[in-house]
Protein backbone atom coordinates (compact mmCIF):
# COMPACT_ATOMS: atom_id res chain seq x y z
CA UNK A 1 0.00 0.00 0.00
CA UNK A 2 1.29 3.60 -0.87
CA UNK A 3 1.85 5.42 2.23
CA UNK A 4 2.09 9.28 2.53
CA UNK A 5 2.78 10.80 6.31
CA UNK A 6 2.38 14.12 7.40
CA UNK A 7 4.57 15.82 10.11
CA UNK A 8 1.67 17.05 12.28
CA UNK A 9 -2.06 16.34 12.57
CA UNK A 10 -2.65 19.69 14.30
CA UNK A 11 -0.46 22.65 14.53
CA UNK A 12 -1.00 25.87 16.32
CA UNK A 13 1.60 28.96 15.52
CA UNK A 14 1.45 32.25 15.65
CA UNK A 15 1.37 35.32 13.06
CA UNK A 16 4.84 35.94 11.89
CA UNK A 17 6.49 32.86 12.63
CA UNK A 18 8.13 30.68 10.08
CA UNK A 19 6.27 27.40 9.68
CA UNK A 20 7.21 24.06 8.13
CA UNK A 21 5.16 21.36 7.05
CA UNK A 22 6.86 18.35 6.24
CA UNK A 23 5.38 15.03 3.92
CA UNK A 24 6.82 11.83 3.11
CA UNK A 25 5.94 8.98 0.93
CA UNK A 26 7.52 5.86 0.97
CA UNK A 27 6.95 4.56 -3.11
CA UNK A 28 8.95 6.20 -5.22
CA UNK A 29 6.51 8.16 -6.28
CA UNK A 30 7.84 10.97 -8.77
CA UNK A 31 5.52 13.81 -8.00
CA UNK A 32 4.43 14.91 -4.67
CA UNK A 33 1.77 17.75 -4.27
CA UNK A 34 0.59 20.60 -1.65
CA UNK A 35 -2.91 21.52 -1.22
CA UNK A 36 -4.70 23.77 0.98
CA UNK A 37 -8.70 22.90 1.62
CA UNK A 38 -11.01 25.41 2.78
CA UNK A 39 -14.70 25.13 3.50
CA UNK A 40 -16.47 25.48 0.01
CA UNK A 41 -13.26 26.46 -2.27
CA UNK A 42 -12.12 22.52 -2.32
CA UNK A 43 -9.08 21.64 -2.63
CA UNK A 44 -6.54 24.65 -3.88
CA UNK A 45 -2.73 23.62 -5.15
CA UNK A 46 -0.20 25.48 -3.60
CA UNK A 47 3.02 23.29 -5.54
CA UNK A 48 4.16 20.51 -6.92
CA UNK A 49 7.32 18.66 -7.80
CA UNK A 50 8.10 16.22 -10.49
CA UNK A 51 11.50 15.38 -9.46
CA UNK A 52 13.82 15.68 -6.93
CA UNK A 53 14.85 20.07 -6.62
CA UNK A 54 12.29 19.99 -9.10
CA UNK A 55 9.01 22.42 -8.33
CA UNK A 56 6.12 24.33 -10.18
CA UNK A 57 3.51 26.86 -8.69
CA UNK A 58 0.26 25.46 -8.12
CA UNK A 59 -2.68 27.96 -8.38
CA UNK A 60 -2.22 29.67 -4.96
CA UNK A 61 1.64 29.86 -4.29
CA UNK A 62 1.58 32.99 -2.71
CA UNK A 63 3.11 33.26 0.77
CA UNK A 64 4.54 29.65 0.58
CA UNK A 65 7.76 27.95 -0.59
CA UNK A 66 8.57 24.14 -0.97
CA UNK A 67 11.86 22.19 -1.12
CA UNK A 68 12.62 18.88 -2.47
CA UNK A 69 15.91 17.28 -1.47
CA UNK A 70 14.80 14.01 -1.16
CA UNK A 71 13.02 11.87 -3.67
CA UNK A 72 10.58 11.14 -0.83
CA UNK A 73 10.58 14.38 0.84
CA UNK A 74 8.25 17.75 0.24
CA UNK A 75 8.23 20.23 2.58
CA UNK A 76 6.04 22.98 2.46
CA UNK A 77 6.96 25.99 3.92
CA UNK A 78 5.15 29.26 5.30
CA UNK A 79 8.04 32.03 5.62
CA UNK A 80 6.19 34.49 8.17
CA UNK A 81 2.69 33.06 9.25
CA UNK A 82 -0.70 34.80 8.67
CA UNK A 83 -3.99 34.17 9.71
CA UNK A 84 -5.53 33.84 6.21
CA UNK A 85 -3.12 30.99 6.02
CA UNK A 86 -5.39 28.96 8.68
CA UNK A 87 -6.42 25.91 7.04
CA UNK A 88 -6.18 21.83 5.93
CA UNK A 89 -2.86 21.35 4.18
CA UNK A 90 -2.86 18.39 2.41
CA UNK A 91 0.32 16.50 0.57
CA UNK A 92 -0.16 13.83 -2.13
CA UNK A 93 2.05 11.61 -4.14
CA UNK A 94 1.71 9.70 -7.61
CA UNK A 95 3.85 7.59 -9.48
CA UNK A 96 4.36 9.60 -12.34
CA UNK A 97 3.17 12.30 -15.09
CA UNK A 98 1.85 9.40 -17.44
CA UNK A 99 -1.57 8.75 -18.10
CA UNK A 100 -3.08 5.85 -15.79
CA UNK A 101 -0.31 6.35 -13.36
CA UNK A 102 -1.34 10.02 -12.10
CA UNK A 103 -3.27 8.55 -9.21
CA UNK A 104 -2.65 10.80 -6.44
CA UNK A 105 -2.28 9.48 -3.14
CA UNK A 106 -2.82 11.50 -0.01
CA UNK A 107 -1.47 11.66 3.22
CA UNK A 108 -4.06 12.71 6.45
CA UNK A 109 -3.81 16.04 6.36
CA UNK A 110 -2.12 19.01 8.53
CA UNK A 111 -4.98 21.13 10.39
CA UNK A 112 -3.25 24.33 10.80
CA UNK A 113 -4.23 27.28 13.00
CA UNK A 114 -2.44 31.05 13.03
CA UNK A 115 -3.23 32.78 15.70
CA UNK B 1 -15.74 30.22 -14.70
CA UNK B 2 -14.63 27.72 -12.43
CA UNK B 3 -12.09 24.61 -14.26
CA UNK B 4 -14.20 22.09 -12.39
CA UNK B 5 -17.93 22.81 -11.25
CA UNK B 6 -19.80 20.70 -8.79
CA UNK B 7 -23.11 21.33 -6.94
CA UNK B 8 -22.48 21.46 -3.29
CA UNK B 9 -25.27 19.65 -2.18
CA UNK B 10 -26.38 18.18 0.12
CA UNK B 11 -27.91 15.66 -2.32
CA UNK B 12 -29.96 13.28 0.10
CA UNK B 13 -30.97 10.21 -0.70
CA UNK B 14 -32.95 7.36 0.86
CA UNK B 15 -31.08 4.03 1.44
CA UNK B 16 -31.14 1.66 -1.27
CA UNK B 17 -30.99 4.48 -4.20
CA UNK B 18 -29.24 5.35 -6.74
CA UNK B 19 -27.36 8.58 -6.00
CA UNK B 20 -26.11 10.69 -9.27
CA UNK B 21 -23.21 12.85 -8.77
CA UNK B 22 -22.12 15.13 -11.34
CA UNK B 23 -19.15 16.83 -12.89
CA UNK B 24 -18.46 19.16 -15.52
CA UNK B 25 -14.82 20.63 -16.66
CA UNK B 26 -13.72 23.25 -18.92
CA UNK B 27 -10.13 22.41 -20.16
CA UNK B 28 -10.28 19.97 -23.12
CA UNK B 29 -7.08 18.74 -23.49
CA UNK B 30 -8.03 16.75 -20.11
CA UNK B 31 -7.37 13.44 -20.69
CA UNK B 32 -7.98 11.76 -16.91
CA UNK B 33 -10.72 12.32 -14.71
CA UNK B 34 -11.36 10.93 -10.53
CA UNK B 35 -13.38 10.83 -8.20
CA UNK B 36 -12.57 10.96 -4.45
CA UNK B 37 -14.32 10.52 -1.74
CA UNK B 38 -13.88 12.71 1.35
CA UNK B 39 -14.97 11.51 4.93
CA UNK B 40 -15.64 14.82 6.95
CA UNK B 41 -12.02 15.41 8.56
CA UNK B 42 -10.76 12.99 6.67
CA UNK B 43 -8.22 13.06 3.10
CA UNK B 44 -9.82 12.19 0.15
CA UNK B 45 -9.65 8.26 -1.44
CA UNK B 46 -9.90 7.70 -4.72
CA UNK B 47 -12.66 5.39 -5.91
CA UNK B 48 -12.96 5.58 -9.53
CA UNK B 49 -10.72 6.90 -12.27
CA UNK B 50 -11.95 7.13 -15.92
CA UNK B 51 -10.03 7.81 -19.34
CA UNK B 52 -12.40 7.04 -22.30
CA UNK B 53 -15.66 7.97 -22.98
CA UNK B 54 -18.45 5.40 -21.92
CA UNK B 55 -18.96 3.88 -18.61
CA UNK B 56 -16.83 2.28 -16.05
CA UNK B 57 -18.23 0.13 -13.37
CA UNK B 58 -16.64 -0.80 -9.91
CA UNK B 59 -18.88 -2.95 -7.91
CA UNK B 60 -21.70 -0.60 -6.45
CA UNK B 61 -20.30 2.63 -7.91
CA UNK B 62 -20.33 3.64 -11.79
CA UNK B 63 -18.45 6.73 -13.64
CA UNK B 64 -19.55 7.91 -16.39
CA UNK B 65 -17.48 10.14 -19.40
CA UNK B 66 -18.57 12.23 -21.99
CA UNK B 67 -15.82 14.13 -23.66
CA UNK B 68 -17.63 15.92 -25.96
CA UNK B 69 -19.63 17.19 -23.40
CA UNK B 70 -17.38 17.93 -20.81
CA UNK B 71 -19.22 16.06 -18.63
CA UNK B 72 -18.05 13.31 -16.11
CA UNK B 73 -20.58 11.09 -13.42
CA UNK B 74 -20.50 9.21 -10.75
CA UNK B 75 -23.57 7.35 -10.00
CA UNK B 76 -23.85 4.99 -6.51
CA UNK B 77 -26.26 1.92 -6.88
CA UNK B 78 -27.81 0.69 -3.72
CA UNK B 79 -26.74 3.73 -1.55
CA UNK B 80 -25.82 3.42 2.08
CA UNK B 81 -25.47 5.39 5.40
CA UNK B 82 -21.75 5.04 4.88
CA UNK B 83 -21.61 6.39 1.49
CA UNK B 84 -22.50 9.75 3.18
CA UNK B 85 -19.48 11.97 2.31
CA UNK B 86 -18.37 14.77 -0.22
CA UNK B 87 -17.91 13.18 -3.40
CA UNK B 88 -14.71 15.52 -5.55
CA UNK B 89 -14.37 15.40 -9.20
CA UNK B 90 -10.81 16.12 -10.27
CA UNK B 91 -9.50 16.24 -14.00
CA UNK B 92 -5.97 16.11 -15.32
CA UNK B 93 -5.71 19.15 -17.43
CA UNK B 94 -2.34 20.32 -19.57
CA UNK B 95 0.13 19.60 -16.34
CA UNK B 96 1.02 16.91 -14.26
CA UNK B 97 -1.48 18.35 -10.86
CA UNK B 98 -5.25 17.36 -10.51
CA UNK B 99 -7.69 19.97 -10.85
CA UNK B 100 -10.13 19.58 -8.29
CA UNK B 101 -14.22 20.71 -7.76
CA UNK B 102 -15.26 22.06 -4.59
CA UNK B 103 -17.23 18.58 -4.06
CA UNK B 104 -20.78 17.13 -3.45
CA UNK B 105 -21.71 16.52 -0.15
CA UNK B 106 -23.95 13.16 0.35
CA UNK B 107 -26.72 12.57 2.46
CA UNK B 108 -27.98 8.86 2.51
CA UNK B 109 -30.69 8.82 5.32
CA UNK B 110 -31.30 5.58 6.60
Known amino acids: DVKVTQSSRYLVKRTGEKVFLECVQD?????MFWYRQDPGLGLRLIYF???????EKGDIPEGYSVSREKKERFSLILESASTNQTSMYLC??????????????FGPGTRLLVL | QKEVEQNSGPLSVPEGAIASLNCTYS??????FFWYRQYSGKSPELIMS????GDKEDGRFTAQLNKASQYVSLLIRDSQPSDSATYLC??????????FGSGTRLQVQP
Open chain 2, 27 to 32: DRVSQS
Open chain 2, 50 to 53: IYSN
Open chain 1, 49 to 55: SYDVKMK
Open chain 1, 92 to 105: ASSLSGLVMQETQY
Open chain 2, 90 to 99: AVLPGRRALT
Open chain 1, 27 to 31: MDHEN
